[in-house]
């Protein structure tokens, strides 16, 4: 049972950037789940969160009008499409998964990816 995240890099101010979280060993459209980044000397921070069952989305207002997430069209995948990226988004992003509704908390998720790293810098 694991989460992978890829899709990071360099990307220049206003870039565009798309995430995937890939899961195996289980079906990720039972579960909810939440995009994270931590930026050096900061706490990790929520980005975007996506239900199972009705598929609410929330996004941080950091992020809100810039970042997208969704499930993929292949199964056992999520995406977060990332536009306009800014440098204070540089930062290590995860992805996690979770059973419980009350999805904006991080201490509720306990299947996590391993971190893709996104550096947004001219």
Known sequence: VQLQASGGGLVQPGGSLRLSC??????LDDYAIGWFRQAPGKEREGVSWLSSGDGSIYYADSVKGRFTISRGNAKNTVYLQMTSLRPEDTAVFYCASTKS???????NYDVWGQGTQVTVSS
């Open 22 to 27: 890939a899961a195996s060993g289980f079906t």
């Open 101 to 107: 509704v009350a999805i904006r908390q991080d201490a």
